[in-house]
Every structure is written in C-alpha cells, then in structure tokens.
C-alpha cells in the first residue's frame, strides 16, 4: 500500500511539474518563431491582412512571425496542414471564412474537420467592389442590371474560383435580381482582376488592394460593394444591400489556431492581436486600403462564423456549386 502511495504521489506531482512548466511555457509565450499560414495566394485580402498583423505581432513579442501562403481548394490545404499541427500557438491560420462557413457546404468531404480549429479573433472585414471594364455599357449598378436584364446570358462575369465569396456573392445577386450571366472561374484574384482588366471578362467582384490602382488609371469602374452599408472610402458607390435588403457578403478575415491549444494561450494571442490592430499605424495603414480593423474575443469570432454560416449556406444551395 506505501509503494502504491508513494508512485501515486510521485505521479501527482509530476503531473503538477508537468502543469507548471506547460503553465511557464505559456506566460513567457512566445520564444521562438511564430509562423502562419495564408489560406490564399499573395496580394489577396487575406494575405494583405496576415502581413499587417504579422509585422506588428514580431514587434510586440520579440520573435519573427512568419507568413506562409498555403494557396488551394478554398483554404482547406492551409486548414488542413494547421489543424494537424502542434497545438502550441507556434502554427496558426489566418483565412477568410471560407473554412467554416462555406466549405463545409461546398465539399461533400472536407480534408479538415472545422471542429479542429479553434477560433481565436476576428481580425477585419473589407467589401468587395463590382469591377466593370471600362469598356463594359453601364456605369453604375442600376445601368448594369437593366443591362444585363435586356440581354440575358450576353455577359459573363470572372471570380477567384468555385465556391468562393466573390463567386457565391454574385450567384446570390443573380437569383435576387433574375440575372441571367456566366460564371468564369479563375485560381484566384491574382487571374481574375487581370482578366476584368484585360476585358476578358466585363465583371469581377474584388477586394479594394487588388483593385485601386486599375481603378485610378481608369482601366476599370466600380459600381457597387457588397456590404451591408456604403464605404467610407468610396460613399458614391452604393451597397448592393440598397437594392436586396440585407445583402452582407462582405469577406472577414480572423486568426485559427489548432482545437487543442490551450485556452490561456488561444486568450493571449487574441488580446495581443487586437491589441495589434489598435495601433495608429496598423489603423491608418488598413484604412488606405479600405480594411475594417475590428478584434473580438474567441467566443464573439465563434458567434460570426456561425452567422456567416446560414447566410452562405444559402448562397451555395443558390449557386448549385459543388467543388467535389
């Protein structure tokens, strides 16, 4: 009985040792390298996102932190390979929604389980522009829906690929408004703005980095935002929400991390991320590319997704899109 005594507490208190060192590992978190993965190509909102964030996350902690773009399938190849990995907040994701509100709608087997990642804050949301080229008849987005209206199945429209926001947003429209126009998928903005810019195709939905530039040379216009209320940025361009009441389709971009992290930890790198995006040069720097820095809690990130998730549900059953 005192031998059995002895290796229970001997276990107990390895298991204290154990909590302790795991409780130090956490406080004086981190201490090396931090990296993250980007579900999408550079250049894209996302990514533009996980660089501002990641630039000032390495100087509030004193350790590198690394973007690596992960690019496939709708983000699922970055959700996968961060799902699988140690859960120690050295390996995080930071995607769009895609992940947990669309994908699981979209493919009838998911190379991840959502369940294995553990939302940590939500970072920013940004519109997307309706982006005409400068050859395409209408200029606004009233002129663009009686036109394409007066000619169905004329016009065709480029997106960033199957099952992507800027996909499901103008599939949602169409059934809205009786639109009747092909879809063109691309890999992603980085072929779908050259191709409205090139003419290729006449409209693309986009984020507003990827689009401002053409837009100041006059190579393409913009005609409306997909989210629920105008732009501070562009005030002129009305809301697609002015014309079907509560169209929000707007992209969020957050922060996942592996289920398994510890909860102390998933708390920290959420309070030192909004912290992040409190900062007047993160604000001002977003703001030129007309980002909305937001920072919640976990449960708060949690709570939206779940939102987005019937909202996008619907825009896939409209769509019809499968990426199986």
């Not at 493919?107 to 939500?122: I, R």
């Not at 939102?307 to 059953?317: C, M, N, P, S």
Request: glycine letters at 8%; one cysteine or more.
């Amino acid at each position: 009985m005192q031998t059995a005594n002895r290796i229970f507490g001997g276990l107990i208190a390895l298991g204290l040792l154990f909590a302790t060192q795991a409780a130090l590992g956490q406080a004086r978190y981190p201490e090396k390298p931090v990296r993250v993965s980007v579900g999408y190509a550079p250049g894209g909102l996302p990514d533009t996102v996980a660089r501002v964030v990641a630039q000032k996350l390495t100087e509030r902690w004193g350790q590198q932190v690394f973007v690596e773009n992960r690019a496939g399938a709708n983000s699922s190849i970055a959700a996968q390979y961060v799902a699988g990995a140690a859960p120690d907040g050295y390996t995080l994701l930071i995607t769009d929604n895609s992940t947990h509100a669309i994908n699981p709608f979209l493919y009838k087997k998911l190379s991840y389980d959502p369940k294995s990642l553990a939302p940590v804050t939500l970072l920013a949301r940004a519109p997307l522009y309706l982006a005409a080229h400068n050859s395409f008849p209408a200029n606004s987005f009233a002129e663009m829906i009686a036109l394409v209206k007066a000619n169905p199945g004329k016009y065709t429209y480029g997106s960033s690929g199957i099952g992507s926001t800027h996909h499901l947003c103008m599939e949602f429209l169409k059934a809205a408004l009786n639109l009747n126009m092909t879809h063109v998928p691309y890999k992603g903005t980085g072929q779908s703005v050259p191709a409205v810019v090139a003419g290729d195709v006449p409209l693309a939905w986009s984020a507003f980095p990827s689009l401002a530039a053409h837009a100041k040379e006059g190579k393409i216009k913009l005609l409306a935002v997909n989210s629920l209320k105008r732009s501070s940025s562009a005030p002129n361009l009305p809301a697609v929400a002015e014309t079907i009441p509560g169209f929000d389709f707007a992209p969020t971009i957050g922060i996942f991390a592996p289920a398994a992290t510890p909860r102390s930890l998933v708390q920290k790198i959420s309070a030192d991320a909004k912290e992040a995006l409190k900062s007047p040069d993160v604000i001002q720097r977003l703001a030129g590319l007309d980002i909305q820095p937001v920072g919640t809690t976990p449960e708060e990130y949690a709570a939206s997704l779940n939102a987005d998730a019937e909202r996008y549900a619907k825009a896939v059953r409209i769509s019809g899109a499968t990426a199986d």
